[in-house]
Structures are given as structure tokens and as C-alpha cells.
């Protein structure tokens, strides 16, 4: 830090007699198009090829949840972006809020009993090219404030979704089925990792449910 910065900085925590710093403010996502038609052309220019070895995997190659600023961790970032009325402790800890989880549509207001899902599981990202990356570029991608990829759901219908793709499984709130489409092709696409017949044909057919 400059000697230009640390002085004001000082002044502010002795003005206040509290810690200076700020909590980091989270980056908005980028959204997913609400045309069909544009989710449509991004899926047909996504890479198709059969789903790769597992061979090397493991959670810890994609490290997370990584701290920010203030000690504030990923997860506790996404809790408070996709919450209401959220309540914090030290170091950002996440004490209540209510939440409504889109892929069953259950409301929520204890954090306990919530995940933050990748949209693209890590071992489905593996599969579809990831196993290639660097463990910071993993890193980056399992903590992505930026595209849809953190999503806070019920810690049940996260186990239920595991590492599956589309073709496999798909949010019991069909209501969420267009989002959760294209949600999934835009990380995805921001991502260059690949698709699978199946997986693309499931995409398509979840894309036909958008109005």
C-alpha cells in the first residue's frame, strides 16, 4: 500500500474505532441470454466429444472455498448475494437470511442447511477438459463469482444432483429447467470445456421449456 492510502486508512479507524478494511463486494454475475434463440447458437458452438477418463481427479485439484478480502470466504460471498435480510458474524460467518432454492423451490433460513452448488460439477468440468488446466486455473474456476456457476441450494437436492450432467439429472422445479440451460451452456461456454451427445440433446430439450 502506498503511504498516500495508509494515512487516510488510519484516520478512518481511529474516527470510527473499528477496523477500516471493507467486506469485498461481490461481482455481478453475468446472465445468462433470455433469448433461446442466442443459448441456442452458444450450445451449438460448444465442442462435442465423448466424456473424458477420471483418471487424477480429486476435489482438492480444484481448491475452494478460497478467502477474499477480510477473510471472507467464497461460500459466505454467495450466501449474502443470493439471500435476503442476511446476517453476518466475524469474518463474514453467515448466521441467517432467508433463501429460496430455484432448483426445488424450497425457501430456507438457516445457512446450515444450504450448499453452494457448482453449476458445472467440478468432476463433470474434468471430464470436459479441466483435467488439462493448471490447479490455480481449477481454483478460479470453482470459486467463478462471475459467471452462473455458485448457485446456494438445499444441501439435499445438491446430493441428489452430484457430479451429473443434464442428460442425467435435472432440477426436480421444472419451472427452472430454461435458467438452469442456460445457466449451464454460458459457464460452459466461458469456460471452452465440452459437451457430450447426450448432455447436448438433454440441453436442447430444457431449452424447449424457455418462453
Known amino acids: 500500500m502506498k503511504p498516500s ?23 455481478s454475475s453475468v446472465a445468462p441470454s433470455t433469448n433461446p434463440a442466442i443459448a441456442r447458437q452458444q450450445l451449438d458452438e460448444l465442442g462435442v466429444s465423448l466424456s473424458g477418463s477420471m ?27 443470493d439471500g435476503t435480510d442476511v446476517k453476518t458474524g466475524t469474518r463474514c460467518k453467515v448466521l441467517s437470511g432467508h433463501w429460496t432454492s ?3 423451490n424450497k425457501a430456507a433460513s438457516d445457512p446450515d442447511t444450504l ?3 457448482h453449476m458445472v460439477p467440478l468432476a463433470d468440468a474434468w471430464r470436459s477438459g479441466a483435467s488439462a488446466w493448471t490447479d490455480e486455473q481449477r481454483s ?8 452462473p456457476q455458485l448457485v446456494t441450494v438445499t444441501a439435499s437436492v445438491n446430493r441428489a444432483k452430484g457430479d451429473q450432467d443434464p442428460s ?8 427452472y429447467w430454461c435458467r438452469y440451460a442456460q445457466s449451464w451452456i454460458l459457464v460452459k461456454r ?5 459437451v457430450t451427445l447426450t448432455e447436448k440433446a438433454a440441453l436442447t430439450e430444457m431449452l424447449g421449456t424457455c418462453t
Open 190 to 194: 466461458s469456460w471452452n470445456l465440452a
Open 5 to 27: 492510502r495508509i494515512v487516510p486508512a488510519l484516520l478512518l479507524v481511529l474516527l470510527t474505532g473499528c477496523d477500516a478494511l471493507t467486506e469485498p463486494a461481490v461481482t
Open 115 to 117: 450448499d453452494i452448488d
Open 140 to 147: 478460479q474456476f470453482a470459486n467463478d463469482l462471475t459467471r
Open 168 to 175: 442425467q439429472w435435472k432440477p426436480p422445479n421444472r419451472a
Open 55 to 81: 483418471a487424477g481427479y480429486s476435489r482438492a485439484r480444484f481448491p475452494h472455498w478460497t478467502e477474499h478480502e477480510n477473510g471472507c470466504s467464497t461460500r459466505e460471498l454467495v450466501l449474502k448475494r
Open 102 to 104: 430455484p432448483y426445488d
